[in-house]
């Protein structure tokens, strides 16, 4: 497992005035989306990207590792947790992977 990998991040990202809450839900979301990037992706690269409007804040973390099969995958608390966490800011959460 990668866990001590160093990884390249590039960010383009800008975070609008959020309440106390939900910008704690934000930083453990991206905080257990960088982990498994680090212990399972084998990347080398890593990039956090927002896009930002009135009504949404769509968050997007993007490396170069090996991919995954989604339909093979058995979420995780990882997972999980993220998936709880989007839900209640309210959200949704998209994995896509190759």
Same mark, same amino acid.
């Given at each position: 497992?990668?866990?001590?990998? =160093? @990884?390249?991040?590039? !960010?383009?990202?800008?975070?609008?005035? *959020? =309440?106390?809450? &939900?910008?704690?839900? @934000?930083?453990?979301? *991206?905080?257990?989306?960088? !982990?498994?990037?680090?212990?399972?992706?084998?990347? &080398?690269?890593?990039? @956090? =990207?927002?896009?930002?409007? &009135? +009504?949404?804040?769509?968050?997007?973390?993007? /490396?170069?590792?090996?991919?995954? /099969? *989604?339909?093979?995958?058995?979420?995780?608390?990882?997972?999980?947790?993220?998936? +709880?966490?989007?839900? =209640? @800011?309210?959200?949704? *959460?998209?994995?896509?992977?190759?």
């Amino acid at each position: 497992v990668g866990q001590n990998r =160093s @990884l390249q991040i590039t !960010t383009e990202a800008q975070f609008p005035r *959020l =309440s106390i809450a &939900s910008q704690y839900q @934000l930083y453990c979301i *991206l905080r257990e989306g960088f !982990t498994n990037i680090q212990k399972h992706a084998n990347a &080398s690269h890593v990039k @956090l =990207s927002t896009q930002v409007t &009135s +009504e949404i804040v769509k968050i997007v973390l993007t /490396d170069d590792g090996q991919g995954f /099969d *989604l339909a093979q995958v058995k979420p995780g608390f990882g997972l999980q947790g993220m998936q +709880e966490r989007v839900q =209640s @800011l309210p959200g949704a *959460l998209t994995i896509q992977s190759t």
